[in-house]
T-cell receptor, first 112, second 117 residues
């Protein structure tokens, strides 16, 4: 099973709201990723967790806060977002950082 | 620094004809190359990868890719395209891993494939 699940599918939030995106994988992968993707553009890496430790933060604004509660789960906490943060947020995982990444279907986020 | 280029924004092909999506790369050392496909309103799906070995790599859904070291290319191919192959295709290269570099994926700009009946 090469499935990465993400909830919710769609999210509309105001600039003062706090919300969370969730990602789950049961493939035993030890690396997990958050990407942001604008329409028709390649994904942009935001964060990487490796063995449940934050390995990469691509200078993402602090209004995005990642969390890895265990090896199967990855959260992205959102607070005080801006309209330009509207995008598709993709979660991915890989066995290790050497291996191909498997992506979830994404959360379509709209900030109003 | 690693980079990958997809020279075509869009490729149009008739159903049943061969499909080629071009990718060229620039890396120091041995390249680790990947192809992904993204259908509308979906996440990326892994198609195939080249790490080492045979220059012709076979992947999912009848796709294959040919690694050409002298031309620094990794073109994606399918002998007979289907309307359902219409999607956005991304080539990616993994950056060289060092003590300071994690080995992130660098994606090309993407190529929209349109297959007409």
């Amino acid at each position: 099973d090469t499935e990465v699940t993400q909830t919710p599918k769609h999210l509309v939030m105001g600039m003062t709201n706090k919300k969370s995106l969730k990602c789950e994988q049961h493939m035993g992968h030890r690396a997990m990723y958050w990407y942001k993707q604008k329409a028709k553009k390649p994904p942009e890496l935001m964060f990487v967790y490796s063995y449940e430790k934050l390995s990469i933060n691509e200078s993402v604004p602090s209004r995005f806060s990642p969390e890895c509660p265990n090896s199967s789960l990855l959260n992205l906490h959102l607070h005080a977002l801006q309209p330009e943060d509207s995008a598709l947020y993709l979660c991915a995982s890989s066995q290790t950082r050497l291996d191909e990444q498997y992506f979830g279907p994404g959360t379509r986020l709209t900030v109003t | 620094a690693q980079s990958v280029a997809q020279p075509e924004d869009q490729v149009n092909v008739a159903e049943g004809n061969p499909l080629t999506v071009k990718c060229t790369y620039s890396v120091s050392g041995n390249p680790y190359l990947f192809w992904y496909v993204q259908y509308p309103n979906r996440g990326l799906q892994f198609l195939l990868k080249y790490i080492t070995g045979d220059n012709l790599v076979k992947g999912s859904y009848g796709f294959e890719a040919e690694f050409n070291k002298s031309q620094t290319s990794f073109h994606l191919k399918k002998p007979s395209a289907l309307v359902s192959d219409s999607a956005l295709y991304f080539c990616a290269v993994r950056e060289k891993m060092t003590t300071d570099s994690w080995g992130k994926l660098q994606f090309g700009a993407g190529t929209q494939v349109v297959v007409t009946p």
